[in-house]
């Protein structure tokens, strides 16, 4: 298994999405997001944006107000996943136009959905922007 969890952070730590892909507590959770969002926020634009905690490789990158934080195992590779998370920027931004933190808080649903397209059990099973939107402009127009 490849990746563990995805969080969506903006400027404050506030976290505004939280997918796992591994059990851990509420108490754990907590505890993880808050010593990780601490870290990375520290961090300047010159430094890397590749950070180890614990048992987890951490590889982060900030569009405007929000930081997308993934976790992931230590043989994963750095690259791809910034890749990835460039990619899930760009269908979210395709899906609401220029994505804000306030998209990710109003449709909160949306961006979990997108991210089940993508990611199955911590693997990325799915890159095609048009694939991932596909099931949720259909809902959208059935509503």
């Known amino acids: 298994m490849g990746i ?8 404050q730590g506030q976290t505004r999405l939280a997918q796992y892909y591994e ?25 890397c944006s590749f950070v180890e905690h614990r048992n987890y490789k951490i590889v982060y990158r900030r569009y405007a107000s929000l930081f997308f934080l993934v976790g992931v195992d230590n043989e994963e590779n750095e690259l791809a ?3 990835f998370i460039h990619l899930l920027v760009e ?10 933190e306030l998209d990710i808080m109003f449709h909160l649903e949306k ?6 397209e993508m990611v199955m059990n911590g693997c990325i099973v799915e890159t ?10 259909l809902m959208d127009k059935a509503s």
């Open 4 to 11: 563990r969890f995805i969080l969506m952070v903006n400027k």
């Open 23 to 47: 059990y851990l507590t509420l108490e754990e959770r907590r505890a993880l997001e808050g010593e990780i969002v601490r870290k990375c926020l520290a961090r300047n634009e010159q430094q």
């Open 81 to 83: 996943i910034l890749e």
């Open 91 to 100: 269908t979210m931004d395709r899906h609401f136009g220029n994505v804000c």
């Open 111 to 116: 961006a979990h959905f997108m991210l089940e």
């Open 128 to 137: 095609s922007k048009a694939n991932i939107l596909a099931p949720i402009q």
